[in-house]
């Protein structure tokens, strides 16, 4: 080994993101002291990001089987039985620190890594949603972050040519120093074609494809696994530069050389780059791999092997090859003008092996690299309950109508239109329900099968109680899918913490994880993918518990799908699921009363599944005319929601006496949605009745106004000019 | 009726293009791999889809411009042969001297996917033949680089020749050009060649034929181009 590279010391291990422990655990596992690149290599599996250290213990407690669920948490991507011989496959991951950095690039970034998730495991990519969360509007970062997030996500998504269909936006001071980005994509692909990451074969060829290896991006992952101090924008370097052209030339040559019966194993060159694929694809298939990097195609002069290992430019893949296919893999992809480079081979002696310029920079034991990497317990701590809270106890001064007016002028509340209208949102011409509504819902193919989807999380109510927190973020997301009329079907969770080393956020990781865990066992919905960001946090001040929940469901036909938008005047509004008025960590409490305290609502997992189950029996049958869920902002927001997406308006009931008014139109209860009935008023009520299901009449629709017994009228135009008004005006632009 | 949809490296739109030639216009339509020297034989239409050809590098549709398909296609309409270019389509178009002017960077310089309103200026086109005269139709758009510009004399010449075939107007079917989403010029969203046979547009038709996703006003365009063909 070559003595131009720097000595270890344990300064170095230490910049390296590795404990004095960790490096010890290193020095036993190989029976000798590491060179440079092979410390390079260490860092790069074991940092938290690739490795999971910190939340693999507690990730194994979560359902992940159900008979429909092909491919589990583990590959690329998870992948779903649809139906029909077709698979879905998808998953959500963050690019939260780069995104920080250097909001355009690592945003796109995020997109064409997920998207890259999707394609290598044999899908074509036909539907992208996104969750962002940013800081308070008044923090002199946030309105940077969301031009260049959302111009990043669109610049990267639109080239590509990918539909995005749907997401959220929220608001929250604890964001200030570390926005959060979770990308989404799903993917289509016939059940029995998916391809996976396990190599099998000695001796085949290990090619590399796609974009060129260059500086960029060296220790991205490691960034990401620490918290943030000051001068976090100093960390640029370790940002990667998308290319998505150069990502939808590799996805057309991907799914052509998998056609032509070419790949053996695929892994994509995300986290880590060359040598968390190089090592992954050896370890699954018990094998070893040695690689020349003479061979690799760079795109600057002079790169050492550390760097080539470390790299993380976007756009590349290892492939295994199958026994003689090498040249016509090589003339698809030269088809595709792609680089295509022989770089190594499989073996059979476990060992990985990095070769440069006639040295041995790196011999290392392939299965303990992944294997052996440092699994912590770490101490953790139950967060306090807290008190519910008394409405009666409360002064408001607002009125109700007031308050909804404040609400949906609110940052999250507000139309997100200024953002998904920079998505292109309707290529591959499958978007039956477009942005803004509950759940997004593409039809697949040539219908009328549809895919349903959304992502939602309230990281209110994961901190005043994660686990109940975690229960709601999947319940959500379960009747997003189920208020479009979708049978949902699996998730992919995307945990966003601070730092796992103090016990407090432990403990949400913990609380979170039980309750996401507990709700997707309740209601058949497993995780199948996902991915932890920890190390949220700036100068010791960590965001609120995000554990971001993307759902996935189907429906037979998508013609008969729901919205949320009123359908014509004279219909009856039911509200089903009882109403207790619950203030606790309700939007209500925070954005008019300006507090964040009690305990959040709890989540009944049963009337969750009973209640849905019932609505989308009753969407299938054609029997309401339109469904909209009840969620932040309780009953009023959703039915304004639904009058200002129509433009009809609705005469409401009084609350029943005894409730405080604001409790009974802003409060949180779980398992409610409202829908509207024409002619079958009566049939949906009496099949209430017979299911035990509590249901209430909340008003009839008609007019141009929100009519409330005792308070000023509404006008739905004026309503829906305040919802629109709030972002275009905060981002400066005019129309 | 033959179609040939082009496909770039980076087309995206190629496959909504070809779904609205087969469904609306019954159309044979074949893909044609942009490295091609010839159409196929007996190619009625050539569609240039959307997309970002060659990452839209460099300046939006000028590599793909050169492409060796392109002569092919030059010679086509010079035949009289229909060519149909779609927002990036439109980009190549402008940038290989089939229609004059160019796009550039709208004018608050973000990427913008909406409906947008349209009226038809023209009915006597071969791809406008079954709209009404006047009529005002919904097209979505998605693009960051579709604001038509040309010199005056460009823009004096294409409205003397009524080559201005698509132009966006407000809710009430207005033009004003101080309304425009992507800042176009004279509100331009379409226009045509001299012999009116090379259509190029920034909306997207092939987005509004289906009545589950939304407007099906598209399909009027798609329709004309059938009658037009099923005539000759």
């Known amino acids: 080994m070559t003595s131009l590279e720097p000595k270890i010391t344990p300064q170095l291990v230490a910049d390296h993101g590795l404990k004095p422990d960790e490096y010890e655990r290193i020095l036993t596992l190989i029976g000798r002291e590491p060179s440079f690149t092979e410390l390079g290599i260490f860092s790069a599996m074991w940092n938290e990001h690739c490795s999971y250290k910190s939340s693999r213990l507690h990730l194994k407690g979560l359902p992940t089987k159900a008979p429909w669920v092909i491919q589990g948490p583990g590959e690329n991507a998870g992948v779903i039985d649809i139906g029909d011989g077709q698979a879905a496959v998808f998953k959500m991951e963050s690019h939260n620190h780069p995104s920080y950095i250097e909001p355009y690039q690592g945003a796109g970034t995020g997109v064409g890594g997920i998207l890259r998730d999707v394609f290598t495991m044999g899908a074509r990519p036909i539907a992208a949603l996104n969750a962002l969360r940013f800081g308070d509007p008044k923090h002199p970062r946030t309105r940077h972050l969301v031009a260049g997030v959302v111009a990043g996500i669109g610049g990267y998504g639109n080239s590509f040519g990918v539909p995005t269909v749907g997401g959220l936006v929220g608001f929250h001071t604890r964001y200030d120093g570390n926005c959060l980005v979770n990308a989404m994509a799903v993917g289509l692909a016939d059940a029995d074609k998916i391809f996976y990451a396990k190599a099998t074969g000695v001796g085949l060829p290990v090619v590399y494809l796609g974009s060129k290896t260059g500086r960029d991006g060296i220790h991205g992952a490691t960034m990401a696994s620490a918290e943030f101090g000051e001068g976090a924008e100093e960390k640029r370097p370790t940002v990667q530069v998308g290319d998505p052209f150069a990502e939808k030339l590799l996805l057309e040559a991907c799914l052509e050389i998998m056609e032509a019966g070419c790949v053996v194993a695929i892994q994509d060159m995300g986290a880590a780059g060359l040598t968390c694929s190089a090592v992954e694809m050896g370890a699954k298939g018990d094998l070893g791999i040695e690689l020349d990097l003479d061979k690799l195609p760079c795109r600057e002069a002079g790169m050492s092997a550390y760097e080539m290992m470390l790299s993380e430019s976007q756009e590349r893949m290892l492939m295994v090859i199958a026994p003689g296919k090498e040249a016509q893999a090589e003339a698809i992809f030269r088809k595709w003008g792609l680089d295509f480079a022989i770089v190594g081979r499989t073996t059979d002696t476990l060992r990985f092996v990095v070769k440069h310029k006639g040295e041995v920079k790196a011999d290392l034991p392939i299965k303990e690299l992944g294997d052996e990497a440092p699994l912590y317990d770490r101490p953790w701590v139950e967060t306090p309950k807290q008190q519910n809270v008394d409405p009666a106890s409360l002064e408001i001064s607002a009125t109700v109508p007031g308050a909804l007016e404040r609400l949906l002028g609110s940052p999250d509340f507000a139309s997100k239109r200024w953002i998904w209208e920079q998505y292109d949102h309707l290529i591959l011409n499958n978007t039956v329900q477009r942005p803004g509504g509950d759940a997004a819902v593409v039809r697949v193919e040539d219908g009328p099968k549809g895919l349903v989807m959304a992502c939602d999380v309230t990281p209110r109510y994961c901190e005043a109680d994660p686990f109940e927190g975690g229960k709601q973020a999947v319940a959500e997301v379960w009747r997003n899918i189920t208020a479009v009329g979708g049978k949902p079907l699996a998730l992919t969770d995307n945990l966003n913490f601070g730092n796992p080393e103090r016990p407090e956020i432990m403990g949400q990781l913990v609380g979170c994880l039980r309750g996401i865990g507990a709700a997707a066992l309740a209601l058949d919905f497993p995780v199948v993918s996902g991915n932890v960001s920890l190390y949220n946090e700036t100068n010791g001040r960590a965001i609120l518990p995000t554990p971001t929940i993307g759902g996935v469901g189907v429906v037979a036909d998508v013609a008969k799908t729901a919205t949320l938008a009123f359908k014509d005047d004279g219909e009856t509004i039911l509200v089903i699921g009882a109403t207790t008025g619950w203030l606790g960590q309700s939007a209500f409490l925070s954005e008019i009363l300006d507090r964040e305290d009690g305990a959040p609502p709890p989540v009944d997992l049963a009337l969750e599944r009973k209640h849905g189950d019932f609505v989308r029996t009753l969407i299938e049958e054609g029997l309401v005319t339109a469904v909209h869920d009840v969620s932040d902002g309780g009953l009023l927001v959703a039915v304004a929601e639904m009058a200002m997406a129509s433009g009809i308006g609705a005469t409401l009931v009084a609350p029943p006496a005894g409730m405080v008014p604001h409790a009974f139109w802003f409060g949180e209860d779980q398992a409610r949605y409202i829908v509207t009935v024409a002619h079958a008023k009566a049939l949906v009520l009496k099949r209430a009745e017979t299911a035990g299901i509590t249901v209430a009449k909340l008003g009839v629709t008609g007019s141009d106004r929100l009519n409330i017994p005792g308070e000023r009228p509404i006008i739905v135009d004026a309503l829906r000019e305040r919802h629109e008004a709030w972002l275009p005006i905060y981002m400066g632009a005019g129309f | ?232």
């Open chain 2, 1 to 232: 009726m033959k179609s040939a949809v082009l496909v770039f490296p980076g087309s995206n739109r190629e496959g909504d293009a070809k779904r609205a030639l087969e469904n609306v216009s019954g159309s044979r339509v074949s893909l044609v791999w942009h490295a091609e020297t010839e159409l196929p034989t007996g190619t009625d239409l050539v569609v240039l889809p959307g997309g970002f050809s060659y990452g839209d590098y460099l300046r939006c549709g000028a590599i793909a411009a050169r492409a060796s398909i392109m002569d092919a296609v030059r010679a086509h309409a010079a035949r009289g042969g229909l060519v149909l270019g779609i927002c990036n389509g439109f980009q190549i178009l402008c940038e290989s001297g089939l229609l004059p002017g160019v796009l550039v960077r709208n004018a608050r310089l973000r990427f913008v996917c909406r409906e947008a309103l349209l009226k038809v200026e023209r009915t006597d086109t071969p791809f406008t033949r079954k709209y009404a005269k006047g009529a005002v139709v919904r097209y979505p758009v998605a693009h960051g680089e579709g604001n038509y510009a040309a010199d005056a004399e460009t823009l004096k010449q294409l409205e003397g020749d009524g080559r201005v075939i698509f132009r966006y107007v407000t809710a009430d079917g207005r033009r004003d050009d101080t309304q425009v989403l992507n800042g176009a010029a004279n509100s331009i969203a379409g226009i045509a060649s001299e012999k009116l046979n090379v259509l190029g547009l920034m909306p997207h038709p092939e987005n509004h034929v289906d009545p589950l996703l939304g407007p099906t006003d598209g399909r009027g365009l798609f329709e004309s181009i059938a009658g037009v063909l099923e005539k000759a």
